[in-house]
Nanobody, 111 residues
Framework: VQLQASGGGLVQAGGSLRLSCAAS????????FGWFRQAPGKERVVVAT????????NYADSVKGRFTISRDNARNTVFLQMNSLKPEDTAVYYC?????WGQGTLVTVSS
């Protein structure tokens, strides 16, 4: 199983980024997915999750109303649209499915 995250980068506060997670080696439509993040010196925490249905989503309070998780079963890809980014969103973001973790993509938000 491979979870390839991409889309991270440097953005100014208030800006947007869209992360992608391309999954292979699993039956994509049978898995729920999540995005986690780990800021420097902090624990890894869940940001958003999506179940088997596109409407089955959950968000951390810190990102509600700003982030949107979605999935494209035809492309075996999960997305995280991040709007109104804040410096405190700076972290390495990981895509997760069950016990499988991707390599992470770095998001840096400058003030």
């Amino acid at each position: 199983v491979q979870l390839q995250a991409s889309g991270g980068g440097l953005v100014q506060a208030g800006g947007s980024l869209r992360l992608s997670c391309a999954a292979s080696g699993l039956t994509f439509s049978s898995y729920a997915f999540g995005w986690f993040r780990q800021a420097p010196g902090k624990e890894r925490v869940v940001v958003a999750t999506i179940g088997l249905g596109a409407g089955d989503t959950n968000y951390a309070d810190s990102v509600k109303g700003r982030f949107t998780i979605s999935r494209d079963n035809a492309r075996n890809t999960v997305f995280l649209q991040m709007n109104s980014l804040k410096p405190e969103d700076t972290a390495v973001y990981y895509c997760v499915a069950s016990s499988y973790w991707g390599q992470g993509t770095l998001v840096t938000v400058s003030s």
